[in-house]
């Protein structure tokens, strides 16, 4: 495996090496001694020509604990912000001898254009791309959702998962949907008509438009962000009607069931789609979701550029 672009492009025994990897890392992280020497001489370049806190930092994170050295690259301040494509940055990123690029872009596609061009020669790891795909972030929540369900199994097979929200305008959405599917949950998509994406009946995934229904039959409720910054139109009549009907209250955390865990990529829109008492409950797992990023990109970058698994006997 040379670039992770989609979720799309994992086998399903590729995505449990990685997720098997994290968790042996994450036993290293917890140790006296961070570190490990694995990528000691690689140079690993954060691109990002969107925003980003949590998926910057802990690539950031990841890398350094690897014992790579990081270079970290933001449209804002660069060249790319009076104009520089991303040919023209790719050659300059190469150049300087990049091994492997993590690439955050508001095109979905960039950084399957970034791989299969001549511009680079060293990996490509998707950090998001527009509404395409956020791999890592599947990658993760699979990782915390397993670590909290699956009593000793490999998958996620039985585990019914309800993904809540503005799935339109989310990639987070999309490779859940694929990687949950992979392996082995099953996905209840719920959100207004107005913020589904158009070709949803052909996603593996069933779609209810009651929340209150929902929200008993599943063990996992991830809630996604309303993307208000890519919304031009109206999509739902005002705030307070969107969090009656499809934001996770305390009325409705009496609704679900009792091991099942609240989970939301973040960054939250507290009061909207998520109220601030849900989000810091003794049910969500949303901070740990951040710290196991750290382990899990800590895995993508072991297997792209040590070429191995911890489990297959890796250093
Ligand atoms: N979940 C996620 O991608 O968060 P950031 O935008 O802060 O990276």
């Given at each position: 495996?040379?670039h992770?672009l989609?979720i ?24 006296a001694v961070?570190?490990?020497p694995?990528l ?10 969107e ?8 690539f ?8 790579a ?5 933001s ?5 790319a ?9 790719a050659?300059t ?21 970034l ?16 509404t ?41 959405a999309?490779s ?8 082995g949950?099953s ?9 589904l ?14 929340f209150?229904?929902?929200i ?5 409720v ?12 109206l ?7 969107y969090s009656?009907?499809?934001?996770l209250?305390?009325q409705?955390?009496k609704l ?7 989970m939301?990529?973040g960054?939250m829109?507290?009061?909207?789609e ?5 989000a810091?409950?003794?049910r969500s ?18 297997v ?5 698994s ?6």
């Amino acid at each position: 495996m040379r670039h992770l672009l989609s979720i799309a492009d994992l086998s399903k025994a590729q995505a449990l090496s990685i997720l098997d990897t994290a968790t042996e890392l994450a036993r290293v992280s917890d140790g006296a001694v961070k570190k490990l020497p694995t990528l000691r001489g690689k140079t690993i370049v954060n691109l990002f020509a969107e925003d980003s806190t949590r998926t910057r930092i802990s690539f950031e994170a990841a890398a350094k604990r690897l014992s790579a050295d990081v270079i970290n690259f933001s449209s804002k301040g660069s060249s790319a912000s009076k104009g520089e494509s991303l040919k023209d940055t790719a050659l300059t990123l190469q150049a300087m001898g990049a091994d492997a690029v993590v690439i955050r872009h508001g095109a979905s596609g960039a950084p399957a254009r970034l791989a299969s061009s001549e511009w680079m020669h060293g990996s490509v790891i998707n950090a998001g791309d527009g509404t395409h795909e956020h791999p890592s972030q599947a990658l993760l929540d699979a990782f915390t959702i397993r670590k909290h369900l699956s009593k000793g199994a490999p998958d996620l097979a039985g585990l019914r998962v309800a993904i809540v929200g503005d799935v339109l305008h989310s990639r987070v959405a999309r490779s859940n949907v694929l990687l949950l599917n992979l392996l082995g949950a099953s996905v209840v998509i719920v959100a207004p008509p107005t913020l589904l994406p158009v070709g949803i009946e052909s996603w593996p995934v069933s779609v209810s438009y009651d929340f209150d229904a929902a929200i008993g039959a599943v063990d996992v409720v991830m809630m996604l962000r309303v993307q208000q910054e890519r919304m031009n139109d109206l999509f739902y009549p005002n705030a307070r009607e969107y969090s009656r009907y499809f934001g996770l209250t305390s009325q409705r955390l009496k609704l679900m069931n009792a091991p099942a865990i609240i989970m939301h990529p973040g960054p939250m829109n507290r009061g909207l789609e998520i109220a601030a008492e849900v989000a810091d409950s003794a049910r969500s797992v949303i901070v740990e979701q951040v710290a196991n990023g750290v382990s899990v990109r800590m895995a993508i970058l072991y297997v792209l550029l040590a070429g191995q698994s911890l489990k297959e006997g890796g250093s």
